[in-house]
């Protein structure tokens, strides 16, 4: 990787933004990008470094920008011609075929670069302590507070918040917490105080429906006695619910960061490719409608003969 781009990915790591590495690992000429090449596209759309040129590169972006949306695994983003064997794909691997008239195949391997989720621990309690010293390994950013430190709190959609004041300010945390988009709010606590910390929030007011997103007693039922299990049995929750979340609505509330509203896109009608409106250097007018191209050969061979291309194509992206 170029220094300057690794500089730039250890900048925004440490300022906790989120951004994609596409890195070219195979390619069949011609290509414009060759292996090795490397970009980096941030939740902006912005891109620093080169993975291809008008054709490749508003699909990396538009990819990067929906796995920076949804989360996810890395994989492998396939872009060539479908006579090309683009059909001889394996797991994890993203097909968009493409007739481009340069031809060739590129393989580029996307990689998601997410801040760790916050995990806020309210009070101070053995089991506070002790989620905060196991919650790193599952990549928690562990944030403790007080009943001081309450009016600051900034959760947000990939924060998990945990109260644990053994009854001292639980219905103050518990209530302000479920008022916050964090995707999980657990209570340590027996049954007894959890109905009682429940029917306090009815009697202030708040929905069933938004009760109900309270996880008390915190933690899987596995027979915890000691504070340090007690904290595994609530990391196994955190990691279960949040698999679940993930796999119920690819858009969760478990990951998402703030991304760029995706642009307004066109299809070439000559090969296929996905083309940004309002960058389009290209555009054609036929029979009173805008077609864009996202080369200088694909607008000169739809202007020949237009209604060779004008007949219905399926451009589909699927995995494999």
Same mark, same amino acid.
């Given at each position: 990787?170029?220094?300057?781009?690794?500089?730039?990915?250890?900048?925004?790591?440490?300022?906790?933004?989120?951004?994609?590495?596409?890195?070219?690992?195979?390619?069949?000429?011609?290509?414009?990008?060759?292996?090795?090449?490397?970009?980096?596209? /941030?939740?902006?759309?912005?891109?620093?470094?080169?993975?291809?040129?008008?054709?490749? /590169?508003?699909?990396?972006?538009?990819?990067?920008?929906?796995?920076?949306?949804?989360?996810?695994?890395?994989?492998?983003?396939?872009?060539?011609?479908?006579?090309?064997?683009?059909?001889?794909?394996?797991?994890?691997?993203?097909?968009?075929?493409?007739?481009?008239?340069?031809?060739?195949?590129?393989?580029?391997?996307?990689?998601?670069?997410?801040?760790?989720?916050? %995990?806020?621990?309210?009070?101070?309690?053995?089991?506070?302590?002790?989620?905060?010293?196991?919650?790193?390994?599952?990549?928690?950013?562990?944030?403790?507070?007080?009943?001081?430190?309450?009016?600051?709190?900034?959760?947000?959609?990939?924060?998990?918040?945990?109260?644990?004041?053994?009854?001292?300010?639980?219905?103050?945390?518990?209530?302000?917490?479920?008022?916050?988009?964090?995707?999980?709010?657990?209570?340590?606590?027996?049954?007894?105080?959890?109905?009682?910390?429940?029917?306090? %929030?009815?009697?202030?007011?708040?929905?069933?429906?938004?009760?109900?997103?309270?996880?008390?007693?915190?933690?899987?039922?596995?027979?915890?006695?000691?504070?340090?299990?007690?904290?595994?049995?609530?990391?196994?929750? %955190?990691?279960?619910?949040?698999?679940? /979340?993930?796999?119920?609505?690819?858009?969760?509330?478990?990951?998402?960061?703030?991304?760029?509203?995706?642009?307004?896109?066109?299809?070439?009608?000559?090969?296929?490719?996905?083309?940004?409106?309002?960058?389009?250097?290209?555009?054609?007018?036929? /029979?009173?409608?805008?077609?864009?191209?996202?080369?200088?050969?694909?607008?000169? %061979?739809?202007?020949?003969?237009?209604?060779?291309?004008?007949?219905?194509?399926?451009?589909?992206?699927?995995?494999?």
């Amino acid at each position: 990787m170029p220094e300057n781009m690794l500089k730039l990915a250890q900048r925004l790591e440490q300022a906790r933004k989120p951004f994609v590495l596409a890195t070219v690992v195979w390619c069949e000429r011609p290509t414009s990008a060759k292996p090795g090449a490397r970009a980096l596209i /941030q939740a902006d759309g912005s891109v620093s470094g080169w993975i291809g040129g008008s054709c490749a /590169q508003p699909v990396v972006v538009r990819e990067a920008l929906r796995l920076l949306h949804e989360g996810g695994d890395p994989y492998l983003l396939r872009l060539g011609a479908p006579e090309a064997g683009l059909a001889r794909t394996g797991p994890g691997v993203r097909v968009f075929p493409m007739t481009c008239s340069s031809g060739g195949i590129l393989d580029i391997y996307m990689e998601p670069h997410l801040p760790p989720p916050h %995990l806020f621990l309210i009070g101070a309690s053995p089991v506070v302590a002790a989620l905060a010293r196991l919650a790193p390994v599952l990549d928690f950013a562990v944030v403790q507070i007080g009943e001081d430190g309450l009016p600051g709190m900034q959760p947000d959609e990939r924060s998990a918040i945990l109260v644990a004041t053994h009854g001292e300010y639980d219905e103050e945390a518990v209530a302000r917490a479920l008022h916050s988009p964090a995707w999980y709010v657990g209570m340590v606590g027996s049954r007894r105080r959890a109905e009682a910390c429940r029917q306090y %929030l009815r009697e202030a007011g708040l929905e069933e429906e938004v009760i109900a997103r309270l996880h008390a007693p915190a933690g899987l039922d596995v027979g915890a006695v000691t504070p340090e299990e007690i904290a595994a049995s609530i990391l196994a929750e %955190l990691v279960q619910v949040r698999r679940r /979340q993930s796999a119920q609505v690819p858009a969760t509330a478990a990951s998402p960061p703030a991304v760029a509203p995706a642009p307004a896109t066109a299809i070439d009608p000559v090969c296929g490719m996905i083309v940004e409106v309002a960058a389009a250097r290209r555009r054609s007018t036929y /029979q009173g409608q805008d077609f864009y191209f996202c080369c200088p050969a694909c607008k000169r %061979l739809f202007e020949s003969d237009p209604q060779r291309y004008l007949a219905p194509k399926a451009h589909a992206t699927h995995e494999r």
